[in-house]
């Protein structure tokens, strides 16, 4: 079995990253805990630099288990919680899953780590299409070979369970939870966290303690495999909800989807006033159910008047409609067809807005 000064001499072979000293004689290694063959410390860093010692956190948990006799080692990196800081609320996730993230898991953090870019795609009106987008142009990004993450933050409606085929409550290891893994791409709903029903009855501030929640302690990547993009499903509207989400979700651009009528342009209008108040850029629009029953070109028109880029329409087409209810998005069944095509398109328009090539 490994004793406390092997231990302690393989954190010191770790440096910390803003003092040059080794883990432990950096004070980095809180309650070290060393019992038969059995490792654990809680790492404590300023709030802001948790992406910073995330992969430390990865390499100290590493080296630890690769000494020889050592099984079970656990290093929890936590944020330093400002006295000021108003108490995390999350008794409002009921499942048992979530009480054991509140236990183990650290802080909550601005960013979730290892993920390079977060898209959301909104829209101001429900019903528009916009899981559907967000499913395809998910799917679209990963077929185009980026590692990408879809996350279904519509508490009032969660659609991705469905739409991907996924179930099951997550499975967590180390704090975090697991996303769910489907056609390549790793995907959270906040349907999987709890029934439909639960979600309906959420108000504000659950609804934002969930998203960040699923945001910050989901295993979206590793240091090896970081996340490219992670695409999030906002619900729909533009009201205080809405507002807070957006508000506490480290977006890096938003895409807006819309079907041509008026109404729901309207609806796209304060959507990206919305976006603009909290200073995340709107990437541009896409018109869905774009045809002679809803009509067309609305979107375009708008995207010129409120100088955003437009992406492009989709047609009213059965085959959305199928893989959406299916649980197999058309641009993984119809990679050739003509709306994957599309999404290609708005995949390569949203990667060179974010700058992933
Ligand atoms: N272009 C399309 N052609 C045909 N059916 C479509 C198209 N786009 C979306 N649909 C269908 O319309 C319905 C609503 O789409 P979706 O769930 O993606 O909208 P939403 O904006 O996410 O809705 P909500 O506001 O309820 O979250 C779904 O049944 C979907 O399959
Ligand atoms: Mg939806």
């Known amino acids: 079995m490994p004793d406390r000064d092997t231990v302690i001499a393989t954190l010191d072979g770790i440096l910390d990253p803003k003092t040059g000293q080794g883990l432990v004689a950096a004070g980095l290694a809180q309650g070290l805990t060393v019992a038969d063959d059995r490792a654990g410390f809680v790492m404590e860093v300023p709030a802001g630099d948790t992406a910073l010692y995330a992969p430390i956190r990865e390499a100290a948990e590493a080296a630890l288990k690769a000494l020889p006799g050592m099984t079970r080692v656990s290093v929890v990196l936590t944020a330093e919680t400002a006295p000021?800081?108003?108490?995390?609320?999350?008794?409002?996730?009921?499942?048992?899953?979530?009480?054991?993230?509140?236990?183990?898991?650290?802080?909550?953090?601005?960013?979730?780590?290892?993920?390079?870019?977060?898209?959301?795609?909104?829209?101001?009106?429900?019903?528009?299409?916009?899981?559907?987008?967000?499913?395809?142009?998910?799917?679209?990004?990963?077929?185009?070979?980026?590692?990408?993450?879809?996350?279904?933050?519509?508490?009032?409606?969660?659609?991705?369970?469905?739409?991907?085929?996924?179930?099951?409550?997550?499975?967590?290891?180390?704090?975090?939870?697991?996303?769910?893994?489907?056609f390549g791409l790793k995907a959270m709903s906040v349907g999987l966290l709890t029934g439909a029903g639960d979600a309906m009855v959420w108000r504000g501030p659950m609804a934002s303690q969930a998203l960040t929640q699923m945001l910050t302690q989901t295993r979206w990547g590793t240091a090896e495999a970081p996340l490219d993009i992670l695409v999030v499903d906002l619900p729909p509207g533009t009201g205080d909800v809405q507002l807070t989400l957006i508000q506490k979700t480290p977006l890096d651009g938003a895409v807006i989807v819309s079907t041509p009528q008026e109404v729901a342009l309207a609806d796209a209008r304060r959507a990206h006033a919305l976006f603009q108040k909290v200073g995340v850029p709107t990437l541009g629009l896409i018109e869905n159910m774009s045809g002679d029953v809803f009509g067309r070109g609305g979107a375009k028109a708008e995207a010129v008047r409120l100088d955003l880029l437009y992406l492009g329409d989709l047609p009213l087409d059965a085959s959305l409609r199928e893989g959406g209810d299916a649980g197999r998005p058309v641009v993984v069944n119809e990679p050739d067809g003509n709306v994957a095509q599309r999404f290609m398109v708005f995949a390569g328009a949203v990667r060179e807005a974010l700058a992933l090539t």
């Not at 009480?99 to 953090?109: F, K």
């Not at 429900?126 to 987008?133: C, F, L, M, Q, R």
Request: net charge positive; proline share 9%; aromatic share 4%.
């Open 84 to 182: 000021a800081t108003k108490p995390v609320r999350t008794a409002s996730l009921s499942p048992q899953a979530l009480d054991q993230t509140r236990a183990r898991a650290p802080v909550p953090t601005d960013r979730p780590a290892y993920v390079h870019r977060v898209l959301a795609v909104a829209s101001g009106k429900g019903g528009v299409g916009k899981s559907t987008v967000a499913v395809n142009l998910a799917a679209a990004l990963s077929a185009q070979g980026l590692r990408v993450g879809l996350l279904d933050a519509d508490v009032y409606g969660p659609s991705l369970p469905t739409m991907l085929g996924l179930s099951g409550k997550p499975e967590y290891r180390d704090g975090m939870m697991q996303p769910h893994e489907a």
